[in-house]
């Protein structure tokens, strides 16, 4: 799913290892942003920048 058609609620996957495997998920919540868990942060809000571009596998959105 393009970054244009994702809502707040949607899963957001990402690829941030070298293999073709979904390695972290996230919650988009509106205005280019998704919240995560991390383990140093506990729970982050993060923005779209490159480094979560290049590595965003697709969306999902759960009914």
């Known amino acids: 799913m393009a970054f244009s058609n994702l809502i707040p609620g949607d899963l957001v996957f990402f690829n941030l290892t070298s293999g ?3 390695s972290h998920v996230g919650i988009y ?3 280019n942003q998704f919240i995560s868990a991390t383990s140093s ?3 982050a809000i ?3 920048t490159p ?3 290049k590595a965003y ?3 999902k ?3």
């Open 46 to 48: 993060y923005s779209f």
């Open 29 to 31: 919540i509106g205005s």
């Open 51 to 53: 480094y979560w571009t």
């Open 57 to 59: 596998v697709g969306a």
């Open 41 to 43: 942060k506990g729970i």
């Open 61 to 63: 959105r759960v009914y």
């Open 20 to 22: 073709k495997q979904v």
